[in-house]
């Protein structure tokens, strides 16, 4: 996500801004260093109780209170998801659930996930992301791949991760090595 977009007036985006369906900046689709870099270009927010009352004790203790960058800083634990949390989030999620689909799944199985795959380009909340997991999917749909149980979904999905990575200038993963990465853990031992 570091190229500019356009919108839809046609003027520049922040790069890295990405906006959502309603034509406003989508906080979700967008990386924390580039929201951060731009917001605190604005006036600042109210700060909460804790904020305000931290800030009053280094005032009142003469401290002059001094903040890294922001292009620095990195998205605290306990706030909303960027592009690329949920993004890793969902990836563990979906990576390892295709890593412990069954080998001969059964109707009910195959069924549920093929609703859960075929749902993410309406709900996944990164609307930039579902749109273009939306495309790919009509190319390659996973009907096929979650019919053949365990093996070709890890690929077929591998391959869905690829493309993303492929867009985002990332290295290819090796989908040959899936298995490793999302269930039995490293031949070098390191994860037993
Ligand atoms: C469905 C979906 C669509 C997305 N679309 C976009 C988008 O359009 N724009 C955008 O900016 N971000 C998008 N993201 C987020 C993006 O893919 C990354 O999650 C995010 O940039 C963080 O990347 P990361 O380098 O930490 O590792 P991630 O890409 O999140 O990968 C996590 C781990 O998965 C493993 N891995 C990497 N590739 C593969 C693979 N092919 N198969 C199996 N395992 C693999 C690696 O060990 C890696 O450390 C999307 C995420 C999802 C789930």
Request: with cysteine; net charge neutral.
């Amino acid at each position: 996500m570091l190229e500019s977009h356009s919108t839809p007036a046609g003027g520049k985006l922040p790069p890295g801004m990405v906006l959502g369906p309603d034509g406003k900046p989508c906080k979700v689709c967008t990386g924390f260093k580039a929201w951060t870099k731009e917001h605190s270009k604005k006036a600042p927010k109210s700060h909460s109780k804790a904020t305000a009352s931290a800030g009053a004790a280094s005032a009142a203790a003469g401290a002059i209170a001094t903040s890294a960058e922001p292009s620095e800083k990195s998205l605290p634990r306990d706030c909303p998801a960027d592009v690329e949390r949920l993004g890793r989030h969902t990836w563990t999620f979906l990576h390892t659930t295709a890593s412990y689909f069954p080998p001969s799944p059964s109707l009910a199985q195959k069924s549920s996930m093929l609703s859960l795959l075929t749902s993410l380009p309406t709900l996944y909340p990164c609307s930039s992301c579902a749109d273009e997991l939306g495309s790919y999917m009509k190319s390659h749909p996973p009907k096929e791949a979650v019919e053949g149980g365990r093996s070709t979904l890890e690929r077929w999905l591998c391959e869905v991760h690829n493309e993303v990575n492929e867009r985002l200038g990332k290295e290819a993963f090796n989908c040959d090595n899936v298995g490793q990465r999302w269930r039995d853990g490293w031949e070098d031992g390191r994860c037993d």
